[in-house]
């Protein structure tokens, strides 16, 4: 036990740690390119944050686990939404720019009207999967149409520092690596031995499953949101959760079913759309109408989320 005490502390330091090198790499890719940073925490942070959730759906459907990849991504949606922006927003309120928000909030209410009216024949097929990565790829053309195009005076500029430039960006690069592999390694760590505590002192395995896994594939989303809170890059925060809430969607879903087809489970149309739902509605009405996201919406979308495992506890128990 003591071992894996260690190793849980561990996964909290490598979590932690890799974060700050993460965010500092990505507001150093931000400086760089002007790429605004709503921008960059849709594309490269949600990609690499989403990472998790897409290798557990993945093998999970290529096992024949298939309710586990839709159970993954779903709660995952509700993770990001209710625990790591609800805790963002509940932390320190903040604008959001009118144009990046709303452009990626109605692909996100696009992506889940999408997915829940192809749910209705209670399974998502393969036919179903081509229909979500359109979106995914439609997703990605908005993102690089949001992408500001150099000046000249920049681009001669860039020019004449090529070298250095190229070392710079490999530097970059190479902590950026470094920072989600960290993040990655130490969520797997945290995960692995939170369970093992949590038999250890007589947890019941079906609420092992619904929250220290759920969270903990949600983890890096969490950790780089308060990190870059912390930072004061609020927009990374928002951009990150935005866009691996459409990723999960576009991608980890569609891709997994794309493998074998997933089922829809009653408990998954009757508690966890609902859910999702209501978390989005709030995080985005609000936010949508005034261009800023408060802390009562922090604080209800925190409450929701708890509300949330409270009654998959008592459905499973």
């Known amino acids: 036990m003591i071992s894996t005490i260690i190793l849980f502390l561990l996964g909290f330091i490598l979590i932690t740690k890799g974060a700050d090198i993460f965010i500092e790499s990505t507001i150093s890719v931000a400086k760089k390119t ?52 609800g805790l963002v927003a509940m932390i320190k309120p903040f604008k959001v720019s009118k144009s990046s928000f709303n452009s990626k909030a109605i692909l996100l209410l696009l992506s889940v009207t999408v997915l829940i009216a192809l749910g209705f024949d209670r399974s998502i097929n393969r036919v179903d999967s081509m229909v979500l990565i359109i979106l995914l790829g439609i997703y990605m053309i908005n993102n690089y149409k949001s992408i500001p195009k150099s000046n000249t005076k920049t681009s001669r500029k860039s020019k004449l520092n ?57 983890l890096p989303e969490l950790v780089s949101c308060l990190t870059a809170i912390r930072k004061n890059h609020n927009a990374i925060s928002v951009g990150n959760i935005l866009g691996a809430n459409i990723l999960n969607i576009v991608s980890v879903i569609a891709f997994s079913a794309f493998i074998n087809d997933i089922p829809i489970l009653k408990q998954t149309s009757m508690i966890d759309f609902p859910f999702m739902i209501l978390l989005l509605l709030i995080l985005i009405i609000p936010t949508f109408i005034k261009q800023k996201i408060f802390r009562w919406q922090g604080i209800a979308m925190l409450a929701t989320y708890i509300c949330y495992i409270t009654t998959l506890y008592f459905t499973y128990i």
């Open 162 to 218: 090529s070298s250095y430039s190229s070392k710079e960006w490999v530097k970059t690069t190479m902590y950026f690596i470094l920072g989600i592999s960290m993040m990655v390694i130490g969520s797997r760590f945290l995960v692995n031995n939170g369970i093992k505590i949590a038999q250890f002192i007589g947890v019941p395995q079906s609420v092992i499953s619904l929250t220290v896994i759920a969270l903990g594939t949600s």
């Open 34 to 85: 002007n790429i605004p940073e709503i921008v960059l925490g849709a594309t490269i942070v949600s990609l690499a944050t989403t990472f998790p959730e897409l290798t557990v759906s993945l093998f999970a459907s290529i096992e024949g686990h298939t309710t586990m990849s839709l159970g993954n991504a779903i709660g995952s949606i509700i993770c990001n939404t209710g625990l790591a922006l």
